[in-house]
């Protein structure tokens, strides 16, 4: 099953002609997540391929506008392309008060409802759930309210060899046990271990996702040893008193979070717009954990 997120928007606060304010696409078992929503989504949403229609849920971390300012026209834009499947948005309460009072200003109507979920700042929650991912928040520090997110993968049932099933002449009520890591009895007795007869499904992924934050040890706990860990990297150690200011990170500091998280791989993103391009970022956040990427518009991660 595919695990894929695709960079709309890499940059923070201003658009520039390289870099779209934040936005991010996953596909995570053919559930469609958009994550923040910048100025400009929907274009990156059809320049990269996506197709818009194809999006469920929309998480949006907070309200300063390089993270949402392009949402009323995503929303517009599926009213207009014809959409009346609903679709689950989550974020500050605020958020919903937002987009009503533009709709009623405007005198417009969508013909698709949208099933709002406020996002809370008191430990880790969980939004969403199936059979086959889950979707939770957590607390970031920002200098309003402001929330990460995690995806994961649901652990799946364990694999059936059917050679050894049918050599064994089982019958197909055994599958269930086996499936479920259990052993399997016959009418006559008989143990049939399930480690003979299946074999573990793979580790789920997880993908975490930290838009604009003052780097906290506290959270490693929720996203210790995920796959994949986007953190906004905004400035460089030159301009960390800046970062403090204005509750953002440098490199080197998602960086540090990133080690002692024991994360595989760390995409580093949300570029000012005072720097040409992430090099120093990239050099700075190496000589701390080698395993990282400055994320560009357009780039594909595979979890």
Do not use: W
């Amino acid at each position: 099953m595919s695990f894929e997120v695709t960079i709309l928007g890499s940059g923070a606060a201003l658009p520039t002609l390289k870099r779209n304010p934040t936005s991010q696409y996953v596909n995570c078992n053919e559930r469609h997540i958009l994550i923040d929503c910048g100025e400009g989504t929907q274009n990156q949403l059809r320049k990269f391929g996506i197709k818009i229609q194809k999006i469920k849920h929309i998480l949006i971390s907070h309200l300063h506008g390089d993270h949402y300012f392009g949402l009323m026209g995503l929303l517009s834009t599926m009213n207009l392309l014809g959409r009346t499947e609903g679709l689950t948005l989550y974020g500050p309460k605020e958020l919903i008060e937002i987009i009503e009072l533009q709709l009623k200003v405007g005198g417009h109507s969508l013909a698709f409802k949208i099933n709002f979920k406020e996002t809370k700042n008191d430990g880790i929650n969980l939004l969403f759930a199936d059979k086959l991912i889950e979707i939770k928040s957590i607390p970031l520090k920002h200098r309003i309210k402001t929330t990460g997110f995690i995806i994961q993968e649901k652990q799946k049932e364990r694999t059936i060899l059917g050679d050894e099933l049918v050599e064994a002449k089982l019958s197909l009520t055994a599958i269930p046990f086996f499936r479920r890591g259990e052993n399997y009895i016959d009418e006559r007795g008989k143990i049939f271990e399930f480690e003979d007869f299946s074999i573990p499904a793979p580790v789920p992924r997880t993908y975490a996702y930290f838009s604009d934050t003052v780097v906290q040890n506290k959270n490693i706990e929720y996203i210790k040893g995920v796959n994949c860990l986007y953190h906004e990297a905004t400035f460089i150690e030159i301009h960390k008193d800046k970062a403090k200011s204005t509750f953002h990170s440098t490199a080197r500091q998602a960086a540090e979070f990133a080690k002692l998280a024991q994360v595989k791989k760390l995409y580093l993103g949300h570029l000012s717009s005072r720097y040409e391009n992430s090099d120093k970022h990239v050099s700075e956040a190496k000589a701390v954990f080698e395993n990282i990427i400055y994320v560009d518009d357009g780039m594909k991660i595979i979890v």
